[in-house]
C-alpha cells in the first residue's frame, strides 16, 4: 500500500512570491490534515478535512495561507504572499475514521526556505 | 490549555541498555496519547497509543509506554536500545477521538554503539 505522498520535498523561493504544496492521502482515507513543523519543534495542526469540508482551520493564517480538498482525495496548501517566516516543513497526514481512533500516517513532508 | 511537554533536548543511552524518553501532559478528561518516531527525511511513524485498558502500553519495535494518571505522564521505554533506535520521538495527546493531535516539541534519542 501506498503512503502519503507529498510534492515538492523540498522548494527554495523568494520572499512575497507564491508557493503551493500538494498531498495525496492514502487511498481510502477520508481525513486529510496538513501541519506545519518548524525547526526543534513537533508538528502543529494547519487544517483538518473531512471529505471535502475543512471542519477545523482554525489555525490557518487566513491572510495568507489557503487549503482546498476539491473531490475530496489530493489537497493542496497554498501561500500567497510568503514570508521568511514560513520557513519550515509542511506535513501532511490522512487517517481513516474506522476503529477506536483514526491513527494518522504522515507523508515525508515539504521543506520550505524563504529567502 | 492543552500541552504535551517532553522535557529532554536529547537522550544518550548505550546500546543494549534500557532506555525512557519522558513526557508529561495536560489534557482535560481521559486523555487519548500517542508516540511518533521521525527518522531523517521521512514523515512521522506511529509507535503506539494509549486510549484506555491497560496502563502498559505496547508499540512497534519493541517500544512500551507506560500510562500514570497520577503523574500525569507516558514515558517511552525500551528494555535493550538498538543503534538503529537513534530518531527524533514525539509524544502526542488528544482529549477525544475526534479532537486534534497536540505534539511536544520532540526528544532526540542518541544510541551509542
Known amino acids: 500500500e501506498a503512503g502519503v505522498v507529498q510534492s515538492p520535498r523540498y522548494k527554495i523561493i523568494e520572499k512575497k512570491q507564491p508557493v503551493a504544496f500538494w498531498c495525496n492521502p492514502i487511498s481510502g482515507h477520508n481525513t486529510l490534515y496538513w501541519y506545519l513543523q518548524n525547526l526543534g519543534q513537533g508538528p502543529e495542526l494547519l487544517i483538518r478535512y473531512e471529505n471535502e469540508e475543512a471542519v477545523d482551520d482554525s489555525q490557518l493564517p487566513k491572510d495568507r495561507f489557503s487549503a482546498e480538498r476539491l473531490k475530496g482525495v489530493d489537497s493542496t496548501l497554498k501561500i500567497q504572499p510568503a514570508e521568511l517566516g514560513d520557513s519550515a516543513v509542511y506535513l501532511c497526514?490522512?487517517?481513516?475514521?474506522?476503529?477506536?481512533?483514526?491513527?494518522?500516517?504522515f507523508g515525508p513532508g515539504t521543506r520550505l526556505t524563504v529567502l | 490549555a492543552q500541552s504535551v511537554a517532553q522535557p529532554e533536548d536529547q537522550v544518550n543511552v548505550a546500546e543494549g541498555n534500557p532506555l525512557t524518553v519522558k513526557c508529561t501532559y495536560s489534557v482535560s478528561g481521559n486523555p487519548y496519547l500517542f508516540w511518533y518516531v521521525q527518522y531523517p527525511n521521512r514523515g512521522l511513524q506511529f509507535l503506539l497509543k494509549y486510549i484506555t485498558g491497560d496502563n502498559l502500553v505496547k508499540g512497534s519495535y519493541g517500544f512500551e509506554a507506560e500510562f500514570n494518571k497520577s503523574q500525569t505522564s507516558f514515558h517511552l521505554k525500551k528494555p535493550s536500545a538498538l543503534v538503529s533506535d537513534s530518531a527524533l520521538y514525539f509524544c502526542?495527546?488528544?482529549?477525544?477521538?475526534?479532537?486534534?493531535?497536540?505534539f511536544g516539541k520532540g526528544t532526540r534519542l542518541h544510541i551509542l554503539p
Open positions: 497526514a490522512s487517517s481513516s475514521m474506522d476503529g477506536d481512533y483514526n491513527e494518522q500516517f
Open positions: 502526542a495527546a488528544a482529549m477525544n477521538r475526534d479532537d486534534k493531535i497536540i
